[in-house]
């Protein structure tokens, strides 16, 4: 079941193509993960969906139904370029966004009070946003984002601005919010929270999408049939289909190769292989980051 | 509720509390009660610093000619002595000047003197020069053999009356005075309005941009209704400052006349005057006055008034806005402000042309243009106008705001989202176009 579903979308600006037929299918529930370098077409997209601006060509389709206006309240988007009314009270901001999602005003209020409970700034609804610092304004704007319980939840770059604790907090509430079934759209250039968030990915580059899909399956597209081992002892006379690629002292004798085998070779030919040679303490696939792939990938 | 009502709303009380708009509503009324009320109060206080100026007459023409001052600023004292000892101690003297007429020739009355430790303002100089000019003359005519009542059936005094014949063939007594000056300060004030609100909404534009807030706020509405609700929002904040200028100066006027009822007499009821005397020249400007301000129709004129302000700052509000949207700072705005700002100013600039005709050419056109009508349109009112061309004006300012309404949407639904580009002509030419 899709929630989202982007189809053949172009957008041209005066001097540059933004966006080149991209299509992309966001599962429910899914932590969806947008990646690609700088000024690849992300945002182009993001705002896209957000109906900010509209594509030249194709269509999203939402909830199985065109997108239109009315779709603004099932989307939440917290953009990387932050901002707030500096002058404007916490609790009034917060109100005010609310009510332009399509809240009323008290249905805002008791929302907002739940979630200054949950994040544990209960009390700053009186606080102007210029007085704030810059994480706290960035609970506000998360806040605000959430607040109308959109089914689609868009983050760019949520855990920018953030201590490691808080960053943790606003993990902790992603991870809740797609529990209760809502799908997220997450783009970040940080590699690590890909990697321990997300279950599915896209990536796009030069304005194309290169690659989507489950980030499970996106790995195993990409993994080389290499292995590492940890041991004693020198590896000599090693098959030489086999590729040591690469060997590096770890501490008190210790070493570990990494070694490429043929596609038709089986790890456990490799083990065999090895065990006259040296002592295995350890051995296992490598498999590749996330990083890896994208760097693979945009290059 | 509707978002654009939700939009207006949050511009209107975030304004509204401000302290600048609280300052501003307090300072206006009391400057502009000020400039009624101080002149009069001025003028009707008894000043306590009497200037004493002593007079050396040595020509025996002018004994006794130096009136004391009606309101007793000035007091003449004749004096006998020579010159020179009047310098020496003039200084223990405690008086303001020393005035030495030696004997002069009345012909050519020359080496008249004022002496004092300070320049004499004009004023006074002019009252001891015609003192003496028609003290002279009056000397000179007796001694012609013409009398004072002979000279005086001379002089006639002539005055025209202006009658504007009503469409209905209703006469009505007109004052090119005083229309003048109620188009004067209701095309200024429009003209000050439009600058002052429009800048507001500029500002209000760029503080959404660079806070980065307008992302947040255009994935929840469209561009042309964020728009449409700062421009109507900041609208209301005029018209609330409008009308509480307007009442507060009255109650500030009013309060101060109770405190003071010299002034109220003297500044809103001719009637007490009239009482005194029937022949006074003076007297009768004054009730040609108060009876041109009947032939000003008052709430036409206000109601006009908020229309074309209202009017006139909708079609600018939305170019200014648009213009906010173009710059990433108040410096960047500059390029765009003067051909936006041109046709207002040029408006106030041919003001004076249009005093001279008020029904002209360029009264006409400048008056149905949009962008030049508001202001001119203020002018003109005063001075009566057929109906048909205030309706067409009317209508024309209407469609000349949807006009630039829909012109500045284009540029704004851009422009808020372009950061760090120098934005020029050439650049809006495209989003016009896209």
Redesign the interface.
Same mark, same amino acid.
Request: net charge positive; charged share 25%.
């Given at each position: 079941m899709y929630l989202l579903e982007a189809q053949h979308i172009s957008k041209r600006y005066?001097n540059h193509e933004a966006l080149k037929d991209v299509s992309i299918t966001i599962p429910k529930q899914s932590i969806f993960g947008l990646l690609g370098p700088n000024g690849a077409g992300k945002t182009t997209l993001i705002?896209i969906i957000?109906?900010?601006?509209e594509a030249d060509e194709g269509q999203i389709r939402i909830k199985d139904e065109v997108l239109q206006?009315k779709h603004?309240a099932d989307?939440g988007?917290l953009?990387e370029?932050?901002?707030?009314? +500096? +002058?404007?009270k916490v609790g009034e901001q917060l109100i005010?966004?609310a009510?332009?999602?399509g809240l009323s005003r008290s249905e805002a209020i008791r929302r907002i009070k739940d979630w200054f409970q949950r994040l544990e700034i209960s009390g700053w609804s009186e606080k102007k946003i210029e007085d704030l610092s810059k994480g706290m304004q960035q609970k506000i704007?998360f806040i605000?984002t959430v607040v109308h319980e959109p089914d689609l939840i868009i983050l760019d770059e949520p855990f920018t601005g953030f201590d490691p604790v808080n960053a943790n907090l606003i993990k902790d509430e992603i991870l809740k919010l797609q529990e209760q079934g809502k799908t997220i759209i997450f783009s970040t250039h940080r590699m690590e929270s890909v990697e321990e968030l997300c279950t599915h990915i896209a990536l796009i580059n030069k304005s194309e999408k290169v690659l989507d899909g489950k980030k499970q399956d996106i790995k195993n597209q990409f993994r080389s049939n290499t292995y590492e081992v940890l041991h004693l002892g020198n590896i000599n006379g090693l098959n030489p289909d086999y590729q040591l690629i690469q060997q590096e002292d770890i501490e008190s004798d210790y070493l570990k190769t990494t070694v490429q085998i043929p596609e038709t070779v089986s790890p456990n030919e490799l083990l065999r292989e090895l065990i006259p040679h040296v002592e295995v303490h350890a051995f296992q696939e490598k498999i590749p980051t996330i990083n890896e792939i994208f760097i693979a990938a945009v290059q | 509720m509707n978002k654009i009502g939700l939009i207006i709303k949050r511009e209107y009380w975030t304004r509204v509390r401000k302290k600048s708009f609280i300052i501003m509503t307090i300072l206006g009324p009391l400057l502009f009660a000020g400039i009624v009320v101080v002149p009069i109060w001025l003028a009707s206080s008894e000043s306590s610093d009497e200037k004493v100026i002593a007079v050396i007459d040595e020509s025996g023409l002018l004994t006794n000619s130096f009136q004391n001052d009606e309101d007793g600023n000035i007091r003449y004292e004749y004096i006998v002595r020579s010159i020179d000892d009047a310098k020496a101690d003039f200084s223990e003297s405690n008086r303001y000047g020393l005035l030495y007429i030696p004997a002069i020739d009345i012909n050519d009355p020359q080496g008249v003197t004022f002496f004092a430790e300070s320049n004499p303002s004009l004023q006074l100089l002019n009252n001891i020069r015609g003192t003496l000019r028609q003290n002279i003359r009056d000397v000179k005519m007796e001694r012609s053999n013409i009398s004072r009542a002979m000279l005086d059936s001379l002089e006639t005094r002539v005055s025209i009356n202006t009658i504007n014949l009503g469409q209905a063939g209703k006469e009505q007594q007109g004052n090119a005075e005083v229309a003048s000056a109620v188009g004067y300060v209701g095309a200024f004030l429009i003209y000050i309005f439009i600058f002052l609100y429009g800048a507001q909404v500029m500002r209000g534009v760029i503080e959404e941009k660079s806070s980065r807030i307008v992302e947040v706020i255009i994935s929840s509405v469209r561009p042309f209704q964020l728009m449409v609700g700062k421009v109507i929002g900041v609208a209301s904040v005029g018209l609330t400052q409008f009308l509480l200028w307007v009442g507060l100066t009255l109650l500030i006027v009013n309060v101060a006349g109770s405190f003071f009822p010299d002034l109220a007499s003297q500044a809103a009821t001719p009637v007490p005057m009239a009482q005194m005397s029937e022949s006074n020249p003076q007297l009768e400007a004054m009730q040609s006055i108060s009876s041109a301000f009947d032939s000003v129709n008052i709430p036409l004129l206000i109601s006009c008034f908020i229309f074309y302000f209202l009017g006139g700052y909708l079609m600018y509000g939305a170019l200014f806005a648009a213009v906010g949207s173009a710059a990433d700072s108040d410096t960047d705005t500059q390029q765009f402000m003067l051909p936006v700002s041109a046709p207002l100013i040029i408006s106030i600039v041919t003001l004076a042309a249009i005093l001279n005709e008020p029904n002209g050419t360029l009264a006409f056109w400048m008056s149905m243009i949009p962008f030049t009508s508001p202001v001119v349109m203020m002018m003109r009112i005063p001075f009566g106008l057929p109906t048909w061309q205030l309706i067409l004006s009317m209508v024309l300012l209407v469609g000349g705001f949807i006009f630039t309404t829909w012109i500045a949407a284009k540029i704004y639904r851009i422009g808020i989202l372009t950061y760090g580009t120098k934005v020029n002509y050439k650049t809006i030419g495209k989003w016009l176009f896209q």
């Open positions: 005066a705002r957000n109906q900010i601006i206006p603004i989307i988007y953009p370029e932050r901002g707030l009314y +500096k +002058k404007m005010y966004l009510q332009l999602k704007q605000a | -």
